[in-house]
């Protein structure tokens, strides 16, 4: 799950409630992506407020104060990146996401070919404009050895940044995706023979058909590394229902072989997400990763065989154990109780359980 703030939206209390409810929501990690506000503090609040490993993107600390000091993205200076960089993980955070694999080849491809949806990864972005402006190549790229230095005295796992995921599905799986692709896999061996742990973050939105395509990609690419899907959104039309848009793409690439899903809230595309949002992103996505399991992983079948005999036996206590939110499922039934509390409200007297059970047991 991801929390922050916004520079018009700065309330540490608010965010604190949201690392809570992502883990009551049963969240396995924390992003912690805020953009204004006292980055140390609120970092320092929420790490202080959780049990869950946190991560976050030292580069959007290095940029926005940048801005505020001299005006704008572009003056950022190398030095402080590396520093805060460093900062963070002495702060406790357990994983950074990293955007090493924008260089001047994936730079060119990108306004070379064009978008349909712009760039829309706000790490990337600050890169990419830092890089034109200065006419430097991007010291994360540049400098990795001293990267791989931070994240190893530190111990924290290294996420290979996705910088130029598409932001509309009729970009995906482009030039300037892949170009980002094959340099953060390639990184990430570099990484492994340091003994870093690295995951690889993949794209954004991608229609169902290449879903499979791009899972198959990076894990060739890659030699098998650990595979980070944000969801992915596999249509852009349904602004307000974006996490069951991206718990849709997250079933099918957790089955196709993803090991990592990055939730997305009905705010996405809209506004900052309040925590009722970021609980019911939580659990579209947890809901997502269970379908895909099932895939991967057969024994998480098992859960649904009980369920199932749970139904069938109209044993409503074993139903609500299996659920995976059993008070959201209590809650609902027994707002509307039926008189015969074998059965539910739906089918009442003429429960097709209760009908067959009477003639014989399965």
């Known amino acids: 799950a991801s929390i922050g703030t916004s520079t018009d939206i700065v309330n540490i209390p608010e965010e604190v409630e949201k690392a809570k409810q992502a883990e009551l929501a049963g969240a396995d990690t924390l992003m912690e992506l805020s953009t204004g506000g006292d980055f140390v503090e609120i970092r320092k609040q929420v790490i202080a407020n959780t049990s869950l490993s946190v991560g976050c993107v030292p580069l959007y600390q290095a940029f926005i104060e940048a801005a505020i ?77 001293y990267l791989l230095e931070i994240m190893k005295e530190h111990e924290v796992t290294l996420s290979m940044g996705n910088g130029m995921r598409a932001g509309a599905i009729h970009d995906a799986t482009d030039r300037a995706q892949i170009q980002e692709l094959v340099l953060n896999a390639e990184l990430a061996d570099k990484a492994h023979k340091e003994n ?34 944000l969801g992915p959104i596999v249509t852009d039309i349904a602004p307000g229902y974006d996490d069951r848009v991206a718990a849709i793409g997250a079933a099918i690439s957790s089955s196709c072989g993803a090991d990592f899903i990055c939730y997305v809230t009905p705010a996405e595309h809209l506004a900052l997400p309040t925590p009722e949002e970021v609980y019911e992103g939580v659990m579209s996505s947890r809901i997502a990763a269970h379908v895909g399991d099932m895939i991967k992983l057969k024994k998480t079948r098992n859960l649904d065989l009980e369920m199932g005999h749970a139904r069938r036996d109209l044993d409503w206590s074993r139903q609500f154990a299996v659920a995976m939110n059993p008070a959201r499922a209590e809650k609902i039934r027994s707002e509307r109780m039926p008189a015969d509390t074998d059965a539910c409200t739906m089918c009442g007297d003429y429960c097709a359980l209760k009908i067959v059970n009477r003639h014989f047991k399965f």
């Open 196 to 229: 870093v742990q690295v995951i690889v973050e993949g794209p954004g939105h991608v229609p169902i058909d290449e879903i499979a395509t791009n899972v198959q990609l990076m894990k060739r690419m890659s030699n098998n590394k650990p595979f980070y899907m």
């Open 69 to 145: 000091k001299d005006g704008a993205v572009v003056h950022m200076n190398e030095d402080d990146l590396f520093r805060i960089t460093a900062e963070q993980a002495k702060l406790g955070t357990n994983f950074m996401a990293i955007h090493t694999g924008i260089n001047w080849e994936t730079v060119k491809r990108l306004k070379n070919q064009g978008r349909h949806g712009g760039l829309v990864s706000r790490g990337g972005a600050f890169m990419t404009a830092w890089m034109l402006h200065n006419e430097k190549e991007n010291p994360l790229f540049r400098e990795f050895d």
